[in-house]
């Protein structure tokens, strides 16, 4: 794995056009750190086209969500097949946009991540508690929760690769990050999760866990200072090419070594 992860979320922001071009924006002043992953997660039908574009580019391709079957009559869906065609390493599952607006679920977060394991995509697993839960002093067990109903029967050998992001709810699009050490301290409460589940050793070699919510090139700085925030998850600031470029070359310069 690598030492940090830059993952940027388009979200259904942009239509095509938008898409290539920011794409070839970002791809032109890109320069690469073998110890910094910079994945870009655009709309699924902007996916063929950028991945022409992304020519012999380090540039990562992820997709912002997968189905759990490999083939079959799911109108609508996408398969970890399908997305390995169109140039995808990654895909985000268990967004909290998902989960908010379509109902998904942890067991469904479970499926996809079997699934995607299987066909040697790397998951970015989300989790993160709502304004209420952490109102009613139950962000803790919201997380927690989420892992271990999306990771429990997992079977892991050492060699996957699986990033999960914590994103505060309440936090993402409000342009207001959480303090840092506090999300250092929910990663550190993630981790204990996943210890729990699988091996020590396993969960160092096969897990990161990354920030997510209202990250630009001024705040990451003080996520990434912190011992286990191994990269973020951006939003909004990943539809500018050179806030987002920031926040790589901030990455770059923060966390080398
Ligand atoms: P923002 O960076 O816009 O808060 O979005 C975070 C997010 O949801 C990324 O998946």
């Given amino acids: 794995m690598k030492n940090i992860y ?6 259904m922001q942009l239509n095509l056009k938008e898409s290539i071009d920011l794409f070839n924006n970002i791809k032109q002043k890109f320069s690469h750190s073998e110890d910094v992953e910079t994945v870009i997660c655009p709309s699924y039908i902007s996916l063929p086209d950028i991945n022409r574009c992304k020519g012999g580019s380090k540039i990562r391709l992820g997709a912002q969500d997968v189905f759990w079957e490999d083939v079959g009559a799911y109108t609508g869906e996408i398969s970890c097949e399908m997305l390995k065609d169109v140039g995808c390493n990654y895909t985000i599952i268990g967004h909290s946009d998902r989960r908010k607006y379509f109902k998904e679920s942890d067991e ?34 919201a997380v927690i929760s989420q892992i271990t109903k999306a990771m429990s029967g997992i079977d892991l050998l050492g060699t996957e690769e699986i990033i999960v992001a914590y994103e505060p709810i309440w936090v993402i699009g409000s342009g207001r990050a959480i303090n840092a050490e506090e999300a250092e301290y929910m990663h550190q409460v993630i981790k204990q999760a996943l210890i729990d589940i699988f091996p020590v050793d396993i969960t160092e070699k096969c897990f990161r866990i990354i920030y997510g919510g209202s990250i630009n090139q001024t705040n990451i700085k003080t996520f990434l ?6 990269g973020v998850l951006v939003g909004g600031a ?6 987002f470029l920031g926040i790589v070359s901030e990455a770059k310069r923060e966390k080398c070594y």
């Avoid at 830059?6 to 979200?11: M, S, Y």
């Avoid at 200072?225 to 191994?230: H, R």
């Fill in 225 to 230: 200072v912190q011992p286990n925030i191994k």
């Fill in 108 to 141: 469904m977060a479970h499926y996809k991540l079997r699934t995607v394991l299987k066909n040697s995509l790397v998951p970015i697993v989300c989790v993160g508690e709502t304004f209420q839960e952490r109102q009613e002093g139950k962000k803790e067990y």
């Fill in 6 to 11: 830059i993952i940027a979320n388009w979200k």
């Fill in 238 to 243: 990943s539809l500018n090419p050179d806030e």
